[in-house]
């Protein structure tokens, strides 16, 4: 027998709660049809200060698959939700938002792709084609987000943010710990993917709200971006850093190309726009190597906190672009090397009469490059030392195993 737990959180939502819990329970039948047989109905009123609770309890009455659950205070919308769940008793656990955005109708297509194709969480997603009544302030946003989270993860997700969803019980060990206010839903998408869980979405019609909206566009998109990164950098930080690394780099290359290439064809001054490139040149190179190291380091790190070594990947997920910090010390002895011999060629070339104006940028390139092969020969290091650690376990059991 398989169960169905629909969770409802509710602040100030009076004016929508009823109709809402009503076309819930209407699908009842249809769940059956798709192999959902009971269908539990949780109403978690996040205490409200109108007549929601009131209404919620006179709709479930003395029906035993209707549970209406009240916080004394307020404690946002994730904290609902997790109430409600750590309060259903079914092996499949849905959600949806009480405003009446999200079409309860759809429950059985979620259920579905549940149980007929193996899927753990099923988003329906707002973005997927369906029509949708969604201000265009939040289309863009959502679209934003879902684009971050596919560059992040690796993964194609086109509602990060949605509000309804279907997931397997189990599901839950995996995502938490989860946050107690709207962005609930990025942080579960996220934690989702990184954790290697079999996802799915379902395209689903998005409707106009009953009753005013909570959400604060600026604010809550703010907090939305803020704890998407914040996850992915719990799980995999290079791809955070180093993608800003990367842009660093990339844009330090095309200043110094640009400068090469102004000094040969014979000028020899610079002017202040000029100083200004070169210095961005400088901190765009060194800054981008600090952060693409850091994010590669730190990535020893979540491996040794999960037990994996780095080259399986945390949850058969590669950690790096492939081999990319193998070849650390090889690039950065290169870099020190070529920033060594453009110094002496410069130095040399000063002795031998040429002005300072000749071999000035020749120096300051040098300086350049021997700084960044000097750190990333030392990051080098540090991550072979991490690398041994996370492999220290697996060493022992193998050279026991050998006796």
């Not at 809550?220 to 992915?232: A, I, N, P, R």
């Not at 492999?391 to 022992?396: A, C, D, T, V």
């Amino acid at each position: 027998m398989c169960t169905l737990s629909v969770i409802i959180p509710a602040y100030n939502e009076e004016q929508g709660i009823s109709q809402i819990m009503e076309r819930v329970l209407a699908v009842r039948n249809d769940l059956r049809e798709v192999g959902v047989d009971r269908l539990e109905l949780l109403v978690v009123d996040d205490g409200s200060r109108d007549r929601t609770a009131e209404i919620a309890h006179q709709i479930a009455g003395n029906n035993q698959d209707v549970k209406v659950v009240t916080h004394s205070i307020n404690k946002g919308y994730g904290g609902a939700l997790k109430t409600g769940f750590s309060k259903a008793s079914g092996e499949l656990i849905g959600f949806l938002d009480a405003d009446g955005t999200y079409p309860p109708e759809y429950f059985p297509l979620l259920c579905k792709e549940v149980l007929k194709n193996g899927t753990e969480l099923v988003i329906g997603s707002r973005m997927a084609g369906a029509d949708s009544q969604m201000p265009v302030t939040r289309r863009v946003g959502n679209v934003f987000f879902a684009g971050l989270l596919t560059l992040l993860g690796w993964q194609r997700i086109t509602d990060s943010a949605s509000g309804m969803r279907v997931f397997r019980r189990e599901v839950l060990s995996a995502i938490y710990p989860l946050p107690n206010g709207l962005n609930l839903t990025p942080v579960m998408s996220t934690r989702a993917v990184h954790e290697g869980i079999r996802m799915a979405e379902v395209a689903i019609p998005y409707s106009e709200r009953v009753g005013r909206s909570k959400l604060s566009v600026i604010h809550d998109g703010l907090l939305f971006l803020q704890s998407m990164v914040w996850t992915v950098m719990a799980y995999n930080p290079v791809r955070v850093l180093g993608l800003l690394g990367l842009v660093g780099i990339g844009a330090a290359f095309l200043i110094t190309l640009g400068l090469i290439i102004s000094r040969l064809s014979g000028v020899m001054t610079i002017s202040p726009w000029g100083v200004v490139a070169l210095f961005a040149a400088l901190v765009f190179a060194v800054g981008g190597i600090s952060l693409f190291s850091l994010g590669a380091t730190s990535n020893y790190l979540v491996s040794l906190f999960y037990k994996q070594t780095v080259r399986q990947g945390l949850f058969g997920r590669p950690i790096f672009f492939k081999s990319v910090e193998t070849r650390f010390g090889l690039i950065g002895s290169l870099v020190l090397f070529v920033g060594m011999v453009i110094g002496i060629v410069s130095l040399l070339l000063g002795i031998n009469g040429w002005d300072i104006d000749r071999i000035w940028l020749y120096l300051l390139g040098s300086a350049m490059l021997i700084l960044v092969g000097l750190q990333m020969i030392l990051y080098w290091a540090l991550m072979r030392v991490l690398e041994d650690l996370s492999q220290r376990e697996q060493l022992i059991n193998k050279d026991l195993a050998a006796f």
